[in-house]
């Protein structure tokens, strides 16, 4: 925490510096010329940069919609009937959908999608048939037309709740002024106060800072979601979907033909990965998909990339990949959130461990909670291996190809998936084996120190008592002689 914040400080620092140095009159040595020799440096590197991804003519990119998966195991399935209550109240269609989740909700093979509906800010939109579910509150989020709400019983034990916030034309052309737009590279100097003729040295960055601008643009709307999702429902304070955003692009004026397209795709590669669109990625003819971390890997995302092919069904059809890509998504972020978790209480088993702390007995928490992990990675392993309903979910997606690859999309998730799951059970029972026999050889030793104390409390008590009968042997003996007497 404390090194992130000295490199922020130093970064505004340093930028301060460098703009006060570029408009002061040419300097011929000294502290102020280095100054300005970095930032004619820089502007010269952000215009080479700038017409590097330069928009090709015509083509158009808009950023969509937003996707937030929010997964829910077992043990959460209630909170999904909590959220789709408070946010399509007093309705017959979620009243009985909430009904056959608690129906179903223990079923050993349950499966299945359901279009819960929408959330707009003016009762006056169009654009949904009489069957649609709708709800209006006026105060959604900024730039966001509607927000379709859907669920998804993924498998037996694991669901999700899916927000689809699409977004307006006027955010895409406030993405689009930043890309094009030049942006000078990041530079750091090692001194807070350059006060000597000769700097220390600096560090710089390169040929990202127009992709920077544009994702933390991107990432500040998101921020603003998750604290409207979680204001408008006080219980889903804690969920995190940190790792569950899928971000829809699509992208007109291109190459139909998929060849051309392709050669397309390679020639503007720099423009596309200022939105996270990335060439080294999974594909179909139209379609694309990748991941991107942000910088301090706060949020994850994963992009999808319509091309435009002329094509109404294949517009249609994308609908369906993105649910199917919502599903790996769900799982992917359960898998990271135990995986965070299993992490934090290895590092504080282990600690015990390692320093004999007789305070793991007091603290059974992480015990209990490793054999919670377990018995969660059993079941993960046990559905994601004999669930054809999976399999089903995630088809839509199995067109999606790589061409360092032999696999499709699908089946790589569900490889990589049984792979980190079986890695976790393995990791998780070490630490619990570990844990539960050195839990073993204490609780041996602190019942032979317990049996110590009983040995010498027995003593103290059988002392005592010798010395009681003792203190009254003249009254004992009066005793007996008047039963002598009577017999």
């Not at 077992?74 to 009904?99: A, D, G, H, L, R």
């Not at 204001?231 to 007109?252: A, F, G, M, T």
């Not at 019942?447 to 009968?469: N, R």
Request: a neutral charge.
């Amino acid at each position: 925490m404390f090194k992130n914040r000295s490199k922020v400080i130093r970064q505004f620092l340093s930028k301060k510096y460098l703009d006060w140095a570029e408009v002061l009159p040419k300097f011929q040595g000294g502290i102020i010329q280095q100054l300005q020799t970095i930032r004619e440096y820089q502007r010269k590197s952000a215009q080479n940069d700038f017409q590097r991804r330069i928009k090709p003519d015509e083509a158009t990119i808009t950023l969509k919609a937003i996707r937030i998966v929010v997964p829910f195991q077992f043990e959460e399935f209630q909170i999904i009937q909590k959220i789709v209550s408070k946010f399509f109240p007093n309705s017959e269609k979620v009243s009985k959908f909430i009904s056959d989740l608690k129906n179903s909700e223990s079923s050993i093979s349950a499966s299945g999608w359901s279009n819960i509906g929408h959330i707009i800010k003016d009762n006056s939109q169009d654009g949904f048939s009489s069957f649609t579910e709708t709800h209006c509150i006026k105060n959604i989020p900024e730039y966001v037309e509607s927000i379709h709400v859907s669920y998804h019983r993924i498998m037996p034990s694991m669901a999700c709740l899916s927000f689809t916030f699409n977004l307006e034309e006027s955010f895409s052309k406030q993405l689009e002024n930043k890309q094009n737009s030049e942006h000078l590279d990041s530079v750091i100097l090692n001194e807070f106060i350059p006060f000597r003729n000769n700097m220390s040295g600096y560090s710089m960055s390169f040929g990202n800072e127009s992709q920077n601008a544009i994702q933390k643009h991107i990432f500040n709307l998101i921020a603003n979601f998750g604290d409207w999702l979680k204001k408008q429902v006080p219980i889903s304070q804690q969920l995190n979907i940190s790792n569950s955003i899928i971000d829809l692009y699509e992208i007109k004026s291109n190459p139909k033909n998929s060849e051309d397209l392709e050669k397309w795709i390679q020639e503007n590669r720099a423009w596309l990965s200022d939105y996270g669109i990335s060439t080294y990625s999974y594909k179909n003819t139209h379609l694309s998909y990748c991941r991107l971390r942000d910088s301090d890997d706060s949020f994850n995302h994963h992009i999808l990339a319509k091309f435009e092919d002329g094509d109404e069904e294949n517009n249609y059809l994308s609908s369906f990949k993105m649910d199917s890509l919502s599903v790996t998504v769900a799982i992917s972020s359960i898998l990271e959130n135990i995986q965070n978790l299993l992490e934090h209480h290895r590092k504080v088993a282990f600690h015990y461990i390692a320093k004999f702390d007789a305070k793991i007995l007091k603290k059974n928490r992480d015990v209990s909670t490793l054999k919670k992990l377990s018995a969660i990675l059993k079941r993960l392993q046990h559905e994601v291996t004999n669930n054809g309903g999976l399999n089903y979910s995630i088809s839509n997606i199995n067109d999606l190809n790589r061409p360092d690859m032999e696999v499709n999309f699908s089946e790589n998730f569900i490889a990589n998936a049984n792979y980190r799951i079986d890695l976790l059970k393995k990791s998780c029972d070490i630490v619990d084996n570990s844990l539960t026999n050195y839990l073993e050889v204490q609780n041996i030793y602190a019942m032979y120190k317990l049996q110590k104390w009983i040995f010498l409390l027995t003593v103290v008590v059988t002392f005592a008592t010798i010395v009681s009968v003792l203190s009254s042997w003249e009254n004992l003996i009066k005793l007996w002689e008047k039963v002598e007497k009577f017999l």
